[in-house]
């Protein structure tokens, strides 16, 4: 079956530090990868998305470029901030399933 | 432009009552998503609708829980005669009526439900 495999957690990192979050996934076909964000109490947000092989996705100065032969969707960041701590998500979709297939999440700490 | 709505935020139980969770989904998209979150992991898909239909429900345990999404009004994840192992928050996500499989699915902000 369809599955993702998130680098485990905790992570904490000093302010202006470089940030990989990694992910690799299982899937049949080509699907598609999407990180999302978890804020304290909150919901989840679409952070950045791709679609097919060799896309990156970018957004807020986070970056992960969807790698078909190495199945892996990491996510970097050269300078986090104290307010991109939170809970990051690697999902996929798979086909006309839609539904989202989630790793189990990584949490983030960024100390100033 | 008003979001993915949940009501209520949070939801306190005793053993064996019943929880009625409800999603307003973004105005315009037909298409529901509830995914649980247990404490310290990651969403796990429950089931997904469609206006008056259940698309795939294979991630829904097969007693107690149902579903729904009416053709007026919210849906509604009921769950019945709950048990402690049912604390979790639930989340609904919707997405637009386009074909295709890349359709973002926008999240509420979930109901954080505790099983006394």
């Known amino acids: 079956g369809n599955s993702v495999t998130q680098m485990e957690g905790p992570v904490t990192l000093s302010e202006e530090a470089f940030l990989t979050i990694n992910c690799t996934y299982t899937?049949?076909?080509?699907?598609?990868l999407f990180w999302y964000v978890q804020y304290p109490g909150e919901g989840l947000q679409l952070l950045l998305k791709?679609?097919?092989?060799?896309d990156k996705g970018s957004n807020k100065g986070f970056e992960a470029t969807y790698r078909k032969e190495t199945t892996s969707f990491h996510l970097e960041k050269g300078s986090v901030q104290v307010s991109d701590s939170a809970v990051y998500f690697c999902a996929l979709t798979r086909g006309g399933a839609q539904k989202l297939v989630f790793g189990q999440g990584t949490r983030l700490t960024i100390n100033p | 432009n008003a979001g993915v709505m949940q009501n209520p935020r949070h939801l306190v139980r005793r053993r064996g009552q019943e929880a009625r969770l409800r999603c307003s989904p973004v105005?315009?998209?037909?298409?529901v998503y509830w995914y649980r979150q247990l404490p310290e992991e990651g969403l796990k898909f429950m089931v997904y609708?469609?206006?008056?239909?259940?698309?795939?429900e294979s991630g829904m345990p097969k007693e107690r829980f149902s579903a729904e999404f009416p053709k007026e009004g919210p849906s509604i994840l009921r769950i019945q005669q709950v048990v402690r192992g049912d604390s979790a928050a639930y989340f609904c996500?919707?997405?637009?009526?386009?074909?295709?499989?890349?359709?973002?699915?926008?999240f509420g902000p979930g109901t954080r439900l505790t099983v006394l």
């Open positions: 609708l469609q206006k008056e239909n259940i698309i795939d």
């Open positions: 105005k315009g998209h037909s298409h």
């Open positions: 899937a049949t076909g080509y699907p598609s």
């Open positions: 996500a919707s997405s637009p009526d386009q074909r295709g499989s890349h359709n973002e699915q926008f």
């Open positions: 791709a679609t097919k092989a060799d």
